[in-house]
Nanobody, 122 residues
């Protein structure tokens, strides 16, 4: 059974930082591409950042480039999203997801966490 669990969300002032963690069990972690998505009420889930399984190659949506850093620690079956210089528009529920094949579309990710709330106050 596969479990994906996020942690690290919270309330922070604009300009502050948070670090999200996501652990995945029940999979051969190093083979899985991981993604962080976020969603606000009434909007579709948006890919924020992605990291490949073996190479660690990263992708970021333009709005977070230079502020967010996605990393992975394969021996610990964990990925991290370091978020700096947070803005109120970053407020959302952040979801961690895992896929073995496919591309960056949310539908390609097979396993999802329950989400963690990030709230940035102005």
């Amino acid at each position: 059974q596969v479990h994906v669990v996020e942690s690290g969300g919270g309330l922070v002032q604009a300009g502050g930082s948070l670090k999200l963690s996501c652990s995945a069990s029940g999979v051969l972690f190093k083979d899985y591409h991981m993604g962080w998505f976020r969603q606000t009420p009434g909007k579709e889930r948006e890919l924020v950042a992605a990291i490949s399984g073996k190479t660690g190659l990263t992708y970021y949506v333009n709005s977070v480039k230079g502020r967010f850093t996605f990393s992975r620690d394969n021996p610990k079956n964990t990925v991290y999203l370091r978020m700096n210089n947070l803005k109120p528009e970053d407020t959302a529920v952040y979801y961690c997801a895992a896929r073995i094949t496919g591309d960056y579309d949310a539908a390609d990710y097979q396993y999802w966490g329950q989400g963690t709330q990030v709230t940035v106050s102005s």
